[in-house]
């Protein structure tokens, strides 16, 4: 069933336009471009039950409090997605997790542009998170 879906949403994608940089159909990854909404490198999971995107944003050289506050307060804003931390604390992360069964064109592509409308909206905050502190 995986299989399909994994045809599916790369179909999606392709209707979608975006540029499939990688697509590794044994392990269910995709790996998507569209430069103009400032998405590059988007990494797509197939995995039934749940389609997990990720895109990473940035290095935090000098995370604190207030960025984390900021970036917490952003979600609220986020249609569809969240911010994200890795393991570090460091690397900024987009994730969205969609249930894949039932996915639509329409709901991917919501999902799609809530990241992009996130990078034009918040760039210039996340310009600022991922300079280091001076002294």
Same mark, same amino acid.
């Given at each position: 069933?995986?299989? +399909?879906?994994? $045809?599916?949403?790369?179909? !999606? %994608? /392709? #209707? &979608? ?8 159909? *044994? ?20 995995? +039934?039950?749940? $389609?997990?995107?990720?895109? !990473? %944003? /940035? #290095? &935090? ?8 506050? *900021? ?65």
């Amino acid at each position: 069933m995986t299989h +399909d879906y994994f $045809l599916k949403i790369n179909a !999606y %994608l /392709l #209707e &979608l336009g975006f540029d499939i940089r990688h697509a590794d159909e *044994q392990a269910h990854l995709l790996v998507v471009d569209k430069p103009e909404l400032g998405i590059r490198n988007l990494v797509i999971g197939c995995g +039934d039950p749940l $389609l997990i995107l990720e895109q !990473y %944003l /940035l #290095e &935090l050289p000098a995370p604190s409090l207030d960025i984390y506050r *900021q970036l917490l307060q952003k979600n609220r804003d986020i249609i569809h997605g969240a911010f994200a931390l890795d393991d570090t604390g460091r690397r900024l992360i987009f994730r969205d997790t969609l249930q894949i069964d039932s996915l639509t064109l329409p709901e991917l592509e919501a999902c799609i542009n809530s990241l992009g409308l996130l990078l034009s909206e918040f760039a210039d905050e996340l310009i600022q998170f991922s300079k280091p502190l001076t002294a």
